[in-house]
């Protein structure tokens, strides 16, 4: 594997190289949230406590203390100074809250770790006057048992991290195929949104009992959920199994709902090892399909799971490539824990100056920082010793920290059949350079962040291993009926720093190409719901058109009536139907 960079840059001294990482890793503080810039760290947000002469929301329930609290999502888009929030500790507490909102007219909404970037926790606009309590789930909604080997399945509560959940699994001998690649998420923020990792079955491997290659929504055996009872009048705590007819609609809901708990059928560990390439070209790497050489269409077939992570005017993208390997291979690196790709979550003062510079008003030092990146990339993998790593799964899926550069990204999946992902990736990166090009001719730099690529398959009921699963309707990668043969999807994002100039013009062109693009019998697109899309030159989530048509059309699009876009917004209303579950985002999205 080779050790130098695309960039023929000569070599960092280690000493050089760590001392810029470590300067900020070590030194920067947190700093205040309101004010923090995509470069400079984050940490949580101290709750307030409530002057006595404030008014709290009326007769709010006594036994639950609430506070204010600043509410600012990743990226920063969303930026509140204070909301209500409370931190529920017991499923009578959640159900006591519903009950008070549908009397008082008040939404709650539930959240893990506000790392979402759309604004399906609350809008930017909400306030202490905007009738809406934040029920923190983090707290006190975390613990996990298994219960049911072979095939295995564990309960989860959804305000549980993912690391917790998959370090948890671990110790019992348990993993996924594949997850988001953060560990800092809720599971019950996960599900809202049909979190995926990338992963389909490389050629001649069999599915194993209790893997799934779609999302983790696609792993939910049953949900308990605060919604409403028709026969007692009264929200209360709902189980669900996946054979339910409602549950159609809960698996991925937006936060339409109160996640309380889940079973999640889970597989046998495995053990992982994750390549790391920066010698492969763009060219080759996203060639037209039929091309031989290493494109992702060869990577697939060995491996079935990768992540291409490209920056902008750089030649080589930065490929991880995982496989299933039980034993260490002799020159992989055995790791104990996951994040290892240090040099990716702790920016240098050189990368943190670049980006200040080009928000301040030079663009055209873009390139140059696509360039800076990619040399971080090849040194960083090499003094981290990080090419070329090996252990138990969960150390190889989870690999971002909070503290890498706070973006914004858009994000779709292209849903087509396996032949066919070469040509979807090809044509994407095509019209991407095509655009980029036509706008840097005008001065023009809207996208400072790498694309990323991954695949994965869909969320196939029968992984469930059960009879009668039902869909998960609104996942991005429910599977087509009338395409039984698009068996895979593939995710694009575009990243770039929040705020960057021409960038909602630059995601609206793309966004455009690529639904009319990704149609027909040959692909189909769906929007990711955690990230931007729906644009207009004011940004993401501005568009009616694709909010109120395109979105609702492509889950309806050969869908059955039973399980399409109206059929789950209408069980949603009708599992509450106080409306306590909204914001107003979601109120256009879902009317
Ligand atoms: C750096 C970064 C990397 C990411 N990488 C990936 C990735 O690899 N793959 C991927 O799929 N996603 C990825 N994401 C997106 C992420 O998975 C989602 O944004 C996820 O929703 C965040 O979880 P959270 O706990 O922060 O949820 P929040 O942001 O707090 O909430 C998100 C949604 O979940 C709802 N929700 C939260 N808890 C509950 C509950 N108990 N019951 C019902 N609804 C609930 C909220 O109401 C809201 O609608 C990434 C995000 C970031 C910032």
Redesign the pocket.
């Known amino acids: 594997m080779e050790q130098s960079g695309p960039n023929n840059q000569p070599a960092p001294s280690r000493r050089a190289f760590l001392g810029t990482t470590a300067a900020i890793g070590a030194g920067a503080m947190v700093s205040p949230l309101a004010t923090a810039a995509p470069w400079e760290k984050v940490g949580p947000v101290p709750p307030k406590l409530i002057p006595e002469t404030m008014g709290t929301p009326m007769n709010f329930p006594k036994e639950i203390p609430l506070f204010k609290q600043a509410f600012r ?3 920063g888009g969303i930026q509140i100074d204070e909301l209500w929030t409370c931190q529920p500790e017991t499923t009578d507490d959640l159900v006591i809250l519903a009950n008070w909102a549908a009397e008082h007219g008040y939404a709650i ?9 759309s604004p ?2 609350v809008t930017p606009d909400s306030n202490l006057d905007t009738n809406v309590v934040l029920l923190d ?1 983090t707290e006190h ?1 975390t613990s996990m048992e298994m219960t049911a080997v072979s095939p295995a399945a564990v309960t989860v509560q ?2 549980a991290s993912m690391e917790a959940l998959l370090t948890y699994l671990e110790d019992e001998g348990y993993g996924v195929t594949s997850c ?3 560990g800092d ?2 599971v ?3 599900l ?6 990338t992963g389909i079955p490389a050629d001649g491997e069999q599915r194993e009992s209790g893997q799934t290659y779609g999302t983790i929504s696609n792993r939910v055996l049953s949900m308990t959920c605060i919604c409403w009872n028709h026969k007692n009048d009264r929200y209360e705590l709902m189980r669900f199994n996946r054979q339910h007819p409602d549950m159609a609609a809960m698996l991925v ?3 339409r ?4 708990e889940v079973e999640l059928r889970v597989e046998e560990n495995h053990n992982l090892r994750c390549e790391s390439w920066v010698s492969l070209s763009a060219n080759e790497l996203f060639a037209a399909p039929g091309s031989s050489g290493s494109t992702i269409e060869s990577f697939l077939e060995s491996s079935g799971r990768i992540e291409a992570i490209w920056y902008p005017f750089t030649s080589n993208p930065w490929l991880k490539v995982w496989t299933v390997r039980s034993s260490k291979p002799f020159w992989a690196r055995e790791v104990d824990s996951p994040y290892n790709y240090p040099f990716s979550d702790n920016l240098s003062e050189e990368v943190s100056d670049l980006i200040a510079q080009i928000m301040d008003g030079s663009p055209g030092l873009t390139p140059q920082f696509g360039q800076l990146m990619a040399t971080v990339t090849t040194w960083g993998l090499l003094f981290d010793n990080a090419y070329d790593l090996w252990g138990p799964s969960k150390n190889l899926l989870l690999y ?1 920290r ?1 503290t ?1 550069l706070r973006v914004t990204a858009n994000g779709y999946a292209i849903l087509t059949r396996r032949s066919d992902v070469q040509r979807v990736i090809h044509e994407f990166v095509e019209q991407y350079e095509t655009n980029l090009q036509a706008y840097a001719e005008a001065g023009k730099y809207p996208i400072n962040g790498p694309m990323e690529i991954r695949v994965t398959g869909l969320d196939d009921p029968m992984h469930t291993e059960l009879t009668d699963a039902c869909d998960a309707t609104l996942s991005a990668v429910v599977p087509c009926q009338d395409h039984p043969e698009w068996d895979c999807a593939v995710w694009l994002d575009l990243l770039t720093v929040p705020g960057t100039p021409w960038s909602g013009d630059f995601y609206a062109e793309l966004e455009a190409w690529m639904f009319e693009n990704y149609s027909g019998d040959y692909a189909t697109m769906r929007v990711e719901w ?2 931007g899309w729906g644009y207009t030159s004011d940004g993401p989530w501005t568009s009616d058109d694709i909010i109120q048509n395109f979105v609702p059309q492509s889950l309806s699009s050969g869908r059955p009536a039973k399980a399409n876009w109206a059929s789950a917004t209408n069980q949603l209303k009708d599992l509450d139907p106080h409306d306590i579950f909204r914001n107003p985002f979601l109120e256009k999205l879902m009317p």
């Open positions: 999502n990743w990226s909404r539930a959240r893990g770790y506000s790392h979402n970037w399906i926790v789930m909604f959804a305000g988001p690649a953060p998420l809720s019950g923020g996960v809202a949104i049909d979190g995926h990792g809901a937006l936060g709902t109160i996640v309380v971002v909070p890498t955690s990230k």
